[in-house]
C-alpha cells in the first residue's frame, strides 16, 4: 500500500501533521509536489471538481481513488490504517475532535503572522501583527496548553498519551504543535511549558519514538523557516 501526499513544497505547513502520521508508522508513500513535475500534477488535481474528489486547499492525500483534503480529515482516514488510532469509536470520535481543535489553534498561530490578509506581505501587516500575537501569546497559548494538559492528566491509562492506550495521530500532532509554537514563540513557550509538564513531557517522548527520530534528523523534514506557518519573528514573541 503507498500513499501519494499532495503539500507545498519548502515548508513543513499543514502537510506535516500527515508527514509525521506516515513517517511514524513507516508507511510507503509519495511526496508529490517535491518530485520533479509534482507540482503540475498538484494544480491538476485543485482544478477538478469531480464529485467526492472535489479539494479546495493542500495538504491532501490520495489513496487509491480516494482523493482526501484537511488535515484532521486525512488523519482520521489514515490514523486506523497506520495503527495510529484508538480502535474503539468513541475514542476515535474524541481523537477526531481534538485534531480539529489542533486545526483551529493552527489557524491562529497562522493569523498571528497574518491577521489581515494572506495577499499581504508581513511587514505590510505588522502592526496588526503585532497586537495579535500578544493576545494569542498571553490569552490562547496558555489556554490551550492547559487545555491538553487536562485531557493527559485526566485519560485513565495515564498521561504517556492523549486518548486511549497506545499512541495515536494525536500525540504526533501535539508534538508538531507543541515543537512549532516552540520555533515560532521560545520565550513565551519556555514559561508557558513550565506549567504544562504533561505537555512536555508528551513531546519530548514523541520525539523519541525510533522511526520518527530517525525523520526528524532525516533532510526529509524540511527546516522551520519564516514561510511556514511557525514563523519566528522575534518581535512577535514579545522581545
Ligand atoms: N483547514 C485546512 C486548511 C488548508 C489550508 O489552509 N492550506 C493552505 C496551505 S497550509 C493553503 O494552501 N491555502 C490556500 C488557500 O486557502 O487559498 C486543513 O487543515 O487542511
Not at 477538478?48 to 484537511?70: K, T, W
Not at 501535539?174 to 512549532?180: A, I, K, P
Amino acid at each position: 500500500m503507498s500513499y501519494d501526499l499532495f503539500y507545498w513544497p519548502g515548508i513543513q505547513g499543514r502537510g506535516e501533521f500527515v508527514r509525521l502520521a506516515l513517517e511514524d508508522a513507516g508507511a510507503t508513500y509519495r511526496d508529490v509536489a517535491r518530485e520533479p513535475h509534482g507540482m503540475k500534477e498538484m494544480q491538476q488535481l485543485l482544478a477538478q471538481h469531480a464529485p467526492l474528489r472535489a479539494v479546495f486547499a493542500p495538504p491532501f492525500l490520495r489513496d487509491g481513488d480516494r482523493l482526501i483534503s484537511q488535515v484532521a480529515a486525512i488523519l482520521l482516514h489514515l490514523g486506523p490504517r497506520l495503527g495510529l488510532a484508538p480502535v474503539d469509536e468513541a475514542q476515535s470520535l474524541y481523537a477526531h475532535q481534538i485534531q480539529l481543535t489542533i486545526s483551529d489553534i493552527v489557524n491562529e498561530v497562522h493569523d498571528t503572522h497574518h491577521p489581515i490578509s494572506n495577499a499581504l506581505y508581513y511587514e505590510d501587516q505588522k502592526d496588526a501583527a503585532k497586537a495579535r500575537s500578544k493576545a494569542f501569546r498571553t490569552e490562547r497559548i496558555p489556554k490551550y496548553l492547559k487545555w491538553f494538559e487536562a485531557i493527559l492528566a485526566e485519560n485513565p491509562a495515564g498521561s504517556r498519551q492523549l486518548v486511549g492506550l497506545t499512541t495515536s495521530y494525536v500525540d504526533l500532532s501535539l508534538f508538531q504543535l507543541v515543537t512549532g509554537l516552540g520555533y515560532a514563540f521560545p520565550r513565551t513557550m519556555k514559561k508557558a511549558l513550565k506549567t504544562t509538564p504533561r505537555v512536555a513531557d508528551l513531546t519530548a517522548a514523541i520525539a523519541e519514538r525510533p522511526r520518527l527520530s530517525a525523520y526528524l534528523a532525516s533532510d526529509r523534514r524540511v527546516a522551520f523557516n519564516e514561510e511556514g506557518i511557525f514563523r519566528h519573528y522575534p518581535e512577535l514573541d514579545g522581545a
